[in-house]
């Protein structure tokens, strides 16, 4: 059973950064997927980004060239590092893994463990 917790969101200025960090465990073998979604308040969950097992990296373009994606298969743990934040970046942030290979890594209902969030606000 995958487990996943996140930590590092918080408030911060317009052109700000943030790192979020996803730890997570009890998996049997490496998830193909492990992803970034968020949700705005009043708003659909949408993808952010996401890696693959083998690196390929994915991004929305709302977020390309200002968040990377990375793992630390060592530490068990996924990053998001978001730079030049804009007030629109405020949501609450998921991380997410899926075992399958058979669909997109961008397709949020397609993948099996969750984080609880975490809120970033963006002023």
């Known amino acids: 059973h995958v487990q996943l917790v996140e930590s590092g969101g918080g408030s911060v200025q317009a052109g700000g950064s943030l790192r979020l960090s996803c730890a997570f465990s009890?998996?049997?073998?490496?998830?193909?997927?492990l992803g970034w979604f968020r949700q705005a308040a009043g708003k659909e969950r949408e993808f952010v980004s996401s890696?693959?097992?083998?690196?390929?990296?994915t991004y929305a373009d709302s977020v390309k060239g200002r968040f990377t994606i990375s793992k630390d298969s060592a530490k068990n743990t996924l990053y998001l590092e978001m730079d030049s934040l804009e007030p629109e970046d405020t949501a609450m942030y998921y991380c997410?893994?899926?075992?399958?290979?058979?669909?997109?890594?961008?397709?949020?209902?397609?993948?099996?463990?969750w984080g609880q969030g975490t809120q970033v606000t963006v002023s």
């Open positions: 009890g998996y049997t073998y490496s998830p193909y997927c």
């Open positions: 997410a893994a899926r075992y399958s290979s058979y669909w997109s890594c961008t397709l949020s209902v397609t993948y099996n463990y």
């Open positions: 890696i693959e097992s083998d690196g390929r990296t």
